[in-house]
């Protein structure tokens, strides 16, 4: 048997939806300027600012372009739709009675009533005339998603907004969408 025994880490990343009006990235920034005081956070000795969200996004956007672009908020209504139906047809798959598959139908039926209020979100965000999103995720350490630590970093793995909603962006994260 072989025991581990140097440092090991509890790397983690955490995502947001960026939903804003207007398309275009220049519109997603005004709206984190707008909104300052959500992104002016501190964390474990880390401090950062809507300017380095700014820069951290401007970043990505460049970068990652294969990844990471501005798409439309029917596009991820449309995902969430195509997910709903995937685990609605696998919860139909599981016909056997054993208590291990009946405890995995019931994480699957939560997972049903998560998605279904996020669809139901975001059908509610288009029709108040909001129409593009972003997704980033940041790590709280290297390696971790595609803003690896730093400040802004470990500032939004750790205290960034889970559910905000403003005239012209609403940020959230998957955690910050359960119980609504």
Do not use: A, H
């Not at 048997?1 to 939806?17: P, Q």
């Not at 696998?90 to 054993?98: A, F, N, R, T, V």
């Not at 350490?141 to 905000?164: A, F, R």
């Amino acid at each position: 048997m072989r025991i581990k025994n140097d440092f090991v880490t509890n790397s983690s990343s955490t995502s947001f939806t960026f939903i804003f009006k207007g398309g275009k990235k220049e519109n997603l920034f005004e709206g984190i300027k707008e909104n300052s005081k959500l992104f002016s956070l501190k964390y474990l000795g880390n401090q950062c600012s809507s300017d380095e969200i700014t820069e951290d996004i401007k970043k990505i956007l460049r970068k990652r372009k294969d990844i990471s672009k501005i798409s439309t908020l029917e596009s991820l209504i449309s995902k969430e739709e195509q997910s709903l139906q995937r685990i609605k047809k696998d919860i139909k798959l599981l016909k056997e009675p054993s208590k291990g598959l009946c405890r995995w139908k019931k994480f699957l039926k939560e997972g049903i009533k998560e998605i279904e209020t996020r669809i139901e979100f975001l059908k509610e965000l288009k029709e108040n005339g909001f129409d593009s999103f972003l997704e980033v995720e940041w790590g709280n350490q290297i390696g971790m998603g595609q803003i690896q630590g730093g400040n802004t970093g470990e500032c939004m793995y750790g205290k960034g907004p889970k559910k905000v909603v403003r005239k012209n962006l609403v940020v959230y994260n998957v955690w910050g969408l359960e119980g609504d």
